[in-house]
């Protein structure tokens, strides 16, 4: 499957909500990352694989890009490299999203021109920071962790 479809208009108000595209081979940590965008208001397309990553990246400009680093066909590292070589996508962040975890694993990650680094597993609130922090404020939605913790303070 290339791209999972946008969530509905009915989501967004009066801005548009930021747009996500997210790169990971494995169902279970693509679902997970859906669910967060999803509790963050996001728009987002998902791809299993990094074979058209950086044309999807040009045609539909996503705010931000959250990468796997070991993908099957072209790995995270070269489609990062790609993308900052390309000038429709030099200026949007990414993030890698890997279970490669090691000082010299994230040095080399971060060199090759990711935004930002989270090892997996990671935990969904931190997730959630890191895409906040990437996207600058163009957010304007609680997470559902945030309404959560609303809730239990007001108890």
Known sequence: ???????????KQNS??????????HD?????MSYAL???GCRFICQKDSTNTVLVAKEYQPDLIILDILLPTISGIDVVRYLKQ????????VLAVTALASNED?????KAGFDAYLSK??????????????LCGKLDSPSGFELC??????L
């Open 1 to 11: 499957m290339l791209a999972h479809p946008f969530m509905s208009d009915e989501k």
């Open 16 to 25: 548009p909500q930021p747009l996500i595209l997210a790169v990971e081979d």
């Open 28 to 32: 279970d940590n693509l679902v997970l």
């Open 38 to 40: 999803d509790s963050l």
């Open 86 to 93: 390309e000038s429709l996508t030099c200026n949007i962040p």
């Open 106 to 110: 994230k040095e080399r990650i971060l």
């Open 121 to 134: 597993p990671y935990m969904i609130e931190e997730l959630e920071a890191v895409i906040r922090r990437l």
């Open 149 to 154: 913790r609303e809730c239990f303070d007001s």
